[in-house]
């Protein structure tokens, strides 16, 4: 039983040292670059997205807090939405005007 266990954890380890033969060659894996086109305006949007959603954050729960010093309880996460909003276009606006030709 036991030695059942040690060879599957040999396998295990075989398998991710990348010497099993079934581990693909290929630089980019069979996915393509994202160097230039329409894929790579999305892709930088979705990232902008990404980080505009956390200075979104960011910035409402300082809000929040600074209203909550001042004595004044208010609130709200539509910062998170204008964050994500404008991180999406303003990636999306430096990806598609990006000209390093």
Known sequence: MLSSYIAFFQRQVITLAGRSGLVSNGPTGGSGTLDEGAGFIIAS?????????????????LSRFLSVVAGRNLGGYSWVFYGAAIGAVLFAAVAATNDED
């Open 45 to 61: 949007s979705i990232l902008g997205a990404f980080c505009g959603l956390l200075l979104g954050f960011i910035v409402a729960h």
